[in-house]
């Protein structure tokens, strides 16, 4: 695939068949992922790969631990209460997602399941789960973002999907008692890895992107005369 394709055909699966992903794959996507830049080469990134009864011991346990009314809804970093037009895009895409899947609005049981979910890795055969040292700041997150999106990448080269979790940092003191993680590092977020299941109809799920216009500003180029390329034949994504 050009690299370009691999662009416009990544894209955020929420529902997987069960068919297994083999550790050399996963492997190799790791030795894709692990060429990502970062600041002076600190390389930050830490991943926990479950699959098999570590990953079935850990989706119930989480599954449990969330009906107890918990302490750790949150992430265990500090974050910021988002504004517009953040907002806003999320509660687009999750309008249009559940317009799909039929949950009508208010229904809070069905909410509640397919927010639940998240912590099933959305039934995909892989979940893994990425951490940081706790003494790192924020540009570390950064390097870590730039990793996920290598192996994202190289999982969608190879016919794979993929799922970024932001929820996974929540529930974090299950994830790091099963995983037994150290009590230095972060959880930042979890990635599911699986095949698409073509057939459910939350996989129809296609997010707006915003224009260029929308978060780019051109400095210095008012003598630049060459004509901009039509936007049909830019990068798109689904």
Sequence with gaps: MLFDDVLRQRRSVRAFKP???????????????RRS??????????????TGEVRRRLVAEVL????????????????????EPYVG????????????IGIP?????????????????????????????KSLDC????????????????????????????????????TRRVLNLPEDEWIVCGVSLGWADEADPVNALVADREPIEAFATFHGFEDDRE???????????V
């Design 19 to 33: 068919d297994p992903v083999p550790l050399s794959l996963v492997r190799e996507l790791l030795d894709c992922a």
């Design 64 to 83: 449990a631990h969330r009906e107890t009314n918990p302490p750790d809804t949150s992430a265990e970093f500090p974050r910021a209460r988002r504004t």
């Design 227 to 237: 004509r901009l390329a039509p936007e049909s034949n830019l990068c798109s994504q």
């Design 37 to 50: 830049p970062s600041g002076t080469n600190i390389q930050p990134w830490k991943v926990h790969v479950v």
């Design 89 to 100: 895009r999320a509660r687009a895409l999750g309008k249009a997602m559940y317009g799909l």
């Design 139 to 174: 540009m570390s997150f950064l390097d870590t973002g730039m990793f996920i999106q290598s192996f994202l990448l190289a999982a969608k080269a190879r016919g794979l999907d993929t799922c970024p979790q932001g929820a996974w940092n929540n529930y974090w003191t299950v």
């Design 105 to 133: 609005r208010g229904d809070q049981a069905a909410n509640w399941a397919q927010w639940g979910r998240n912590y099933k890795f959305f039934d995909a055969p892989v979940g893994l789960i990425f951490t940081i040292d």
